[in-house]
């Protein structure tokens, strides 16, 4: 089936480290997301991502950094820079050019706590 | 720029009854899509409902309807027979179509149903 895979469910991140989270689409996207989720409030933009070896910057991309060296991988780093990183993090993907309709595929979201 | 506002942070519903849940948004553009998202307590995104601007007639799945009304930019969610399983956090969604644009959500609704 496809979908989006996303790993770790859960990540403890200790102060002063960078942790990785990973995303993996086999939906043949070209576009892709990340979202932060805080507890009660909506998603915010963190990085997209519209092509393989290009992504912008969203709302709140301070402390955070992304690559996209291929297309079914969209990884975002939480750097030491980030200095709330709690949070949940969701990662999305969409064929924007597809004309006959589309949707945004969401993956299951991973919980990052910083002790 | 666009955005999404959802006037109602909570609403609440008896089990059974009818509730309608706000989503107004503003664009310059002709062409995009619409979307209702629920996300219950274990916080996968789920899609609800999917409008394309270019249809006129207002899309409905089983329980769920909505009224699109594209000239005052407004895409309300009807929810009939309300169920238990319906409790969750509700967004609206905005993407445009064909474009290199982001998504943008608006801030969420958290709707109870009460038995």
């Known amino acids: 089936d496809g979908g989006i895979t996303q790993s770790p469910k859960y990540l403890f991140r200790k102060e002063g480290q960078n942790v990785t989270l990973s995303c993996e689409q086999n939906l043949n996207h070209d576009a892709m997301y990340w979202y932060r989720q805080d507890p009660g409030q909506g998603l915010r933009l963190i990085y997209y991502s519209q092509i393989v070896n290009d992504f912008q910057k969203g709302d709140i991309a301070e402390g955070y950094s992304v690559s996209r060296e291929k297309k079914e991988s969209f990884p975002l780093t939480v750097t030491s820079a980030q200095k709330n990183p709690t949070a949940f993090y969701l990662c999305a993907s969409t064929d924007p050019g597809h004309f006959s309709g589309n949707t945004i595929y969401f993956g299951e979201g991973s919980w990052l706590t910083v002790v | 720029a666009q955005t999404v506002t959802q006037s109602q942070p909570e609403m609440s519903v008896q089990e059974a009854e009818t509730v309608t849940l706000s989503c107004t948004y503003d664009?310059?553009?002709?062409?995009?899509?619409l979307f209702w998202y629920k996300q219950p307590p274990s916080r996968q995104m789920i899609l609800v409902i999917r409008?394309?601007?270019?249809?006129?007639q207002n899309a409905t799945e089983n329980r769920f309807s909505v009224n699109f009304q594209k000239a005052a930019k407004s895409f309300s969610l009807k929810i009939s027979d309300s169920q238990l399983g319906d409790t969750a956090m509700y967004f609206c969604?905005?993407?445009?179509?064909?474009?290199?644009?982001?998504?943008?959500f608006g801030k969420g609704t958290k709707l109870t149903v009460n038995p």
């Open positions: 969604a905005f993407m445009r179509q064909g474009g290199s644009e982001k998504l943008v």
């Open positions: 664009t310059s553009e002709s062409n995009y899509y």
């Open positions: 409008q394309e601007a270019y249809k006129q």
